[in-house]
Nanobody, 115 residues
Framework: VQLVESGGGMVQPGGSLRLSCAASGFTFTNYDMSWVRQAPGKGPEWISRIFAGGSTTAYADSVKGRFTISRDDAKNTLYLQMNSLKPEDTALYYC?????????WGRGTQVTVSS
């Protein structure tokens, strides 16, 4: 299983970023996928989940209405569109196969929101 995140960077408050996660080594279309983030000194926060098939999504209250998760099963790629970014969104963002305990994480991409 390999999950490689990209698209992170530094952005000003109110800005946008789109994260991507290239998946390989498993049948992507069969799995629920998630995004989880971890800020310095804090525990992981599961922020979004998309079920296999792509028709059902879920979001943490902290990102609801600002972030959108999607997947392209033909490209084995997971996305996270992040709009209206806030300084408190600063964290290392990971994509994960599955959700919660037992999920497999990638190595992460850093997102920094600062003026």
């Amino acid at each position: 299983v390999q999950l490689v995140e990209s698209g992170g960077g530094m952005v000003q408050p109110g800005g946008s970023l789109r994260l991507s996660c290239a998946a390989s080594g498993f049948t992507f279309t069969n799995y629920d996928m998630s995004w989880v983030r971890q800020a310095p000194g804090k525990g992981p926060e599961w922020i979004s989940r998309i079920f296999a098939g792509g028709s059902t999504t879920a979001y943490a209250d902290s990102v609801k209405g600002r972030f959108t998760i999607s997947r392209d099963d033909a490209k084995n790629t997971l996305y996270l569109q992040m709009n209206s970014l806030k300084p408190e969104d600063t964290a290392l963002y990971y994509c994960a196969r599955g959700y919660g305990f037992g999920a497999t994480w990638g190595r992460g991409t850093q997102v920094t929101v600062s003026s």
